[in-house]
């Protein structure tokens, strides 16, 4: 496909991609937008001009803060708006291309606009679904002969989160403070985390699904998964290991997550389908899914610590993830629990099989024991204030490539 607007071969936002977001330019109140090329489409002005009407929405859901509403019309529907993006911007229609004064209102500058966070989720799941995640972490606190606990390799493990303190990509993080426990002989003291880490993640986000107390089946799992994101979870682990036994995580995590701006669309992300790793046991019968269900999406992570620069310490892939997004819905509900549109669903930390791979700094330095040096000189066992993380995503294939964008956040000193 090509479009008659110039977009540039090394753009992120290809007219394969056209991923969805919300934004304000200049002063104006937010508005749902579709990223493409170095511009952004203002949805809320083709709608008023009549071009999205046929799509089968009835009022105008592109203005606004978030894009619950949208999502809430359903997959369908996003598919269709998708589908007419493709088709008014493709090379051989003029109906924008020629419609100067329309143009100039429906397309803003990427550079001149602000993005914010693209939904308003009233849910938020953390998953824990990477094999090699886990054994490094079972390996490294437990026994390192049987570093899975006995439920791992029979579902999603999972717990929910707190979803009020999502942000988005470029908004930055205080240094979160809370109990830790420095002796095993002492009481435990109230101070600043030291040993802030980023947990590199994806994320999925559902429409509306089946009401209170129905299932979806594992079959039907696509139908509710609308698009993904790049997620970083961030964790305090020294205040997660005295907290987390035997509830889980809390202080140690609800402090931040950072979620990047754009949301791609599932169906921009066929092409690079692949098969997951082997799962032995096999699932159980409501957990089992046919076909290729995980998706081929290289991640990388990036450390700049202030006035530095940026150097690569993560190079992984989210198609080794052992439980797919298909089976952690169909998990998450098989309760009963309902499903709401704009909820997110993390994927726990990625991790591949290479130290160069890990997916956090409690893996990269094998908690503290092997801190890293960076090209100045500079010593890393976990995040330091001033550090700006930044994770980057991009699926590519026959020239074509679907790009995340990316999540960045800078950590400052905690408010004492």
């Not at 949805?43 to 619950?68: C, P």
């Not at 089946?217 to 964790?235: C, K, P, R, T």
């Not at 931040?256 to 754009?262: D, E, Q, R, T, Y």
């Not at 992984?316 to 309760?335: E, G, R």
């Amino acid at each position: 496909m090509k479009s008659w607007l110039e977009i540039s071969s090394k753009s992120d936002f290809s007219i394969h991609n056209l991923p969805f977001g919300i934004f304000r330019h200049k002063k104006s109140i937010p508005h749902a937008g579709v990223a493409i090329g170095d511009y952004v489409i203002d949805l809320s002005v083709l709608f008023d001009q009549g071009s999205l009407k046929k799509e089968g929405i009835k009022k105008n859901v592109f203005e606004a803060d978030a894009l619950n509403d949208f999502i809430s019309l359903g997959k369908d529907t996003g598919r269709k708006v998708r589908n007419r993006l493709i088709d008014l911007f493709g090379s051989d229609n003029s109906e924008l291309r020629d419609n100067i004064d329309l143009k100039e209102k429906t397309l803003h500058k990427l550079k001149d606009v602000t993005m914010l966070l693209p939904v308003k989720p009233g849910n938020y799941t953390d998953f824990y679904s990477s094999l090699e995640h886990a054994t490094n972490v079972g390996s490294m606190f437990r026994d390192p002969e049987n570093p899975l606990l006995p439920n791992w390799k029979w579902l999603p493990v999972g717990y929910h989160g707190r979803a009020s303190s999502i942000v988005v990509s470029g908004t930055p993080i205080q240094r979160p403070k809370g109990q830790i426990k420095l002796s095993e002989n002492e009481p435990p003291v109230y101070a600043p985390t030291m040993a802030l880490d980023f947990e590199l993640e994806m994320a999925f986000i559902t429409t509306n699904g089946k009401p209170l107390g129905q299932t979806i089946l594992i079959e039907e799992a696509e139908e509710y998964i609308w698009g993904m994101v790049l997620f970083n979870d961030w964790s305090a682990r020294d205040i997660q290991k005295w907290e987390y036994q035997p509830l889980g995580p809390f202080l140690g995590k609800s402090f931040a997550s950072s979620v990047s701006p754009w949301v791609v669309f599932m169906d921009a992300l066929e092409p690079f389908r692949v098969d997951g790793p082997g799962q032995n046991p096999p699932p159980l019968p409501y957990l089992r899914s046919a076909g290729m269900n995980n998706y081929d999406i290289n991640l990388e992570v990036y450390l700049q610590p202030k006035g530095g620069k940026a150097v690569k310490i993560c190079d992984t892939n989210f198609k080794y993830m052992y439980w797919n997004i298909c089976q952690q819905l169909a998990h998450q509900s098989s309760n009963g629990c309902n499903i709401m549109a704009g909820d997110i669903y993390a994927s726990g930390t990625i991790s591949g099989p290479t130290s160069d791979s890990y997916g956090s700094m409690l893996e990269l330095t094998w908690n503290g024991t092997m801190p890293f040096i960076l090209p100045d000189g500079l010593e890393r066992k976990f995040i330091d204030d001033g550090d700006t993380v930044i994770i980057k995503g991009y699926a590519g294939k026959n020239g074509i490539k679907i790009s995340f964008g990316e999540v960045e956040t800078t950590v400052l000193p905690a408010i004492l």
